[in-house]
């Protein structure tokens, strides 16, 4: 018999019953007549401050809970900089030797130097060597005392553009006659950092915490920035369960509970990030309870999440980006027309969506890190370095597309409606695997053998080609199909390609 065995599923897709969620109004009508109790309790332990909204706090109760204490209301925190590793502290690279990392500014290897102020890795050479490399040194230069520290370019155009690069220093005195050039290869070698106060907001519903490989690498990344700048970036979690009780709160009034502290302290913020996960059923609602017991359509659901407080909030700061980590996203219409609308409102300056009916949050996790480093840190341009993004992504481009709404983060809010926002859609293509887009099938239909299907593209001399098949080699099984309007057909490489196209509104799921 065939062996099996229960494991977590990190899809975000699942069925579950269609259940109505109790609107604000009927909440606040039951309250008033509920009665009231007067409950004594016992002296409570000490209460240890945390970031993680614990999962027995949202558990039945058949005391009455108190109102939360000052500790209780989740105070944040800065994330401690003492795990950030610095290169310095690296015991296997030394400066000057030869690693395995990439340059950061031509994305090369070679002798690569580890700048002091940041996370970059430069490639240098001596004058007297053949190979270009991004910085030139002149003959004879000790780089390996100890005593020398290294700044990159782009630190020093982060700092003060119009001094002139010296980019070594004993004591913090510049060392002249060091460097020789610099060369610059690609336009993003010199990006100003953006390091502003940032707060990322992970927001679960009970049971999908261990889905949270965006949160975790969207913060791990940034903090290579933050550590170094001395800004602060701050992590809150909360986790929600709108479960109808008949002792206690009810699971969205517990979810507003934890909600207000973190509303109060958004102000404090340049940016905020916020990671929304749930399951969401084949027919695009979303769940509210844990273990698939009831979904509800996505704009009743995301009213709750994000109720008119917190929008407002939102619409203050100079950046806020939403990371819909739910399967089928803004291709459900619902979701799409409010998501369109509070982009448009200046509620989200950046919304990140795919739509895949299985998608699972791991295989965008580099994405969404290295998304936030490039438009919110070195503030460059939409859409042209999106496939920089995407680079490397085949995996989630194998399963979803990506779809970006993106909001001009420089208009003042009240200005923001007269801009709407744009929608664009990324698609992954690779003449082999996923031509024009579409993914080839891992078996063939006719002898059920796998890795079979070739495909037959069209002749190089035809224009816009509307059809071309999937064909078995062994059995000659055929199976054609439509050619999407405007896509490529991708490159031979492995990895593929990505392409922009304007995303439509959806009519169906």
């Known amino acids: ?139 004879g230069i000790d780089i390996d005392n100890p005593k020398i520290q290294f700044m990159c370019p782009a630190c020093h155009v982060a700092r003060d553009k119009y001094k002139p690069y010296v980019g070594f220093y004993i004591n913090s005195q510049p060392c002249d006659a060091y460097v020789h050039k610099v060369r610059q290869v690609l336009t993003s070698f010199f990006p100003e950092l953006r390091c502003k106060k940032t707060l990322i907001i992970q927001i679960n519903l009970e049971g999908t915490l261990e889905m949270d490989e965006p949160v975790i690498e969207t913060l791990c990344r940034l903090k290579k920035f933050f550590s170094r700048e001395k800004v602060a970036i701050d992590l809150k979690t909360i986790l929600f369960n709108f479960k109808e009780r008949k002792r206690g709160p009810n699971g969205t009034e517990v979810y507003a509970q934890h909600l207000k502290p973190v509303i109060k302290s958004i102000s404090e913020y340049k940016n905020v990030l916020i990671f929304f996960t749930t399951h969401a059923t084949p027919t695009g609602d979303l769940h509210f309870l844990p273990k698939n017991m009831g979904a509800e359509s996505p704009e009743v659901i995301l009213d709750e999440i994000f109720p008119i407080e917190f929008r407002a909030a939102l619409k203050k700061v100079e950046r806020s980006m939403l990371y819909l980590l739910v399967c089928h996203g803004v291709s459900n219409p619902q979701c799409y027309q409010w998501v369109r609308e509070q982009a448009n409102s200046g509620v989200f300056t950046d919304v990140l969506s795919f739509s895949s009916g299985d998608f699972q949050p791991y ?33 989630l481009g194998t399963s979803s597309k990506v779809i970006v709404f993106k909001q001009d983060h420089e208009l003042q809010p009240m200005n923001r409606k007269l801009f ?58 055929t199976k054609t199909k439509s050619i999407p309007v405007g896509h490529e057909i991708g490159t031979e490489e492995r990895g ?14």
């Open 496 to 509: 593929g390609s990505w392409h922009a196209e304007d995303f439509l509104a959806p009519k169906s799921v």
């Open 420 to 477: 709407p926002a744009a929608a664009t859609q990324f698609y992954w293509s690779q003449r082999r695997y996923a031509p024009y887009g579409i993914r080839a099938p891992t078996d063939c239909r006719g002898c059920k053998r796998f890795q079979t299907i070739r495909t037959r593209l069209p002749p190089p001399n035809e224009e816009n080609p509307t059809t071309f098949p999937f064909r078995c080699k062994q059995c000659k099984y």
């Open 1 to 139: 018999m065939a062996r099996t065995k229960n494991t977590p599923n990190k899809c975000t897709g699942a069925p579950a019953p269609r259940r109505p969620l109790r609107s604000v109004e009927t909440r606040t009508a039951a309250a008033k007549h509920r009665p009231k109790r007067v409950r004594t309790r016992s002296p409570s332990p000490e209460v240890v401050e945390s970031d993680d909204v614990s999962q027995e706090a949202i558990e039945d109760d058949d005391n009455a809970v108190p109102e939360p204490s000052d500790q209780d209301k989740g105070a944040l925190s800065p994330v401690p900089q003492d795990d950030v590793l610095l290169p310095a502290q690296c015991d296997d690279v030394s400066r000057g030797a030869q690693t395995g990392s990439m340059c950061s500014g031509c994305h090369n290897g070679g002798q690569l130097l580890s700048c002091d102020f940041c996370y970059r890795e430069i490639c240098t050479r001596q004058r007297k060597d053949e190979h270009k490399a991004c910085i030139t040194l002149n003959a």
């Open 363 to 395: 295989y965008a996790a580099h994405m969404c890190a290295y998304y936030a480093q490039r438009f919110l840190i070195e503030n460059a341009r939409f859409p042209a370095a999106m496939p920089e993004v995407l680079q490397g992504s085949h995996r």
